[in-house]
T-cell receptor, first 110, second 110 residues
Framework: SQQGEEDPQALSIQEGENATMNCSYK?????LQWYRQNSGRGLVHLIL?????REKHSGRLRVTLDTSKKSSSLLITASRAADTASYFC??????????FGAGTTVTVRA | KAGVTQTPRYLIKTRGQQVTLSCSPI?????VSWYQQTPGQGLQFLFE???????NKGNFPGRFSGRQFSNSRSEMNVSTLELGDSALYLC?????????FGEGSWLTVV
């Protein structure tokens, strides 16, 4: 069963705009990770945030984590056409597996 | 370093047949895990191996099995295939907290 839920399910934005997606989970975590998946391909690791961290940046990506609300958000700034993909959050509960959310499909329009 | 290599990339099988998928991890990575991705169920954890030992298993029927060899390569097997087994099967290897996914094996059951 999936741990997380993501919203929105789909997002369509104009190139240059920011995209924000959210992830909620149910039980305490070791860390939370975000992945990108281009259509029909494997998952690409974007960023990891530990349970004792509140915010993390990597290039145009910003991730926040609120363990009291059991939620995380991923912000992509100044989006590009190449950012068109599905984005997944995954929680690591120190049990040798990741539990994935349903994903957010992002379409960046030129 | 070469990435996670999965073979075959695409295959079509008939109901009732069995299939074996292979995963070669990144050199030096000893943890290998498998995930099933379908439009309906999303990304579901199958099992994880480390040094030839299964450390965790997802909620899949016994038709799904796996193993890991001494060189860390892993295989998963699905017997008595059903239409619902049609999916993208993803292999992943772990280096600390960072997980690297292969491109997946697309299985279609007809």
């Amino acid at each position: 069963s999936q741990q997380g839920e993501e919203d929105p399910q789909a997002l369509s934005i104009q190139e240059g705009e920011n995209a924000t997606m959210n992830c909620s989970y149910k039980t305490s975590i070791n860390n939370l990770q975000w992945y990108r998946q281009n259509s029909g391909r494997g998952l690409v690791h974007l960023i990891l945030i530990r349970s004792n961290e509140r915010e993390k940046h990597s290039g145009r990506l910003r991730v926040t984590l609120d363990t009291s609300k059991k939620s995380s958000s991923l912000l992509i700034t100044a989006s590009r056409a190449a950012d068109t993909a599905s984005y997944f959050c995954a929680t690591d509960h120190n049990d040798y597996k990741l539990s994935f959310g349903a994903g957010t499909t992002v379409t960046v329009r030129a | 370093k070469a990435g996670v290599t999965q073979t075959p990339r695409y295959l079509i099988k008939t109901r009732g047949q069995q299939v074996t998928l292979s995963c070669s991890p990144i050199s030096g990575h000893r943890s290998v895990s498998w995930y099933q991705q379908t439009p309906g169920q999303g990304l579901q954890f199958l099992f994880e191996y480390f040094s030839e030992t299964q450390r965790n298993k997802g909620n899949f029927p016994g038709r799904f099995s796996g193993r890991q060899f001494s060189n860390s390569r892993s295989e998963m097997n699905v017997s008595t295939l059903e239409l619902g087994d049609s999916a993208l099967y993803l292999c992943a290897t772990r280096d600390g907290n960072t997980i690297y996914f292969g491109e997946g094996s697309w299985l279609t059951v007809v």
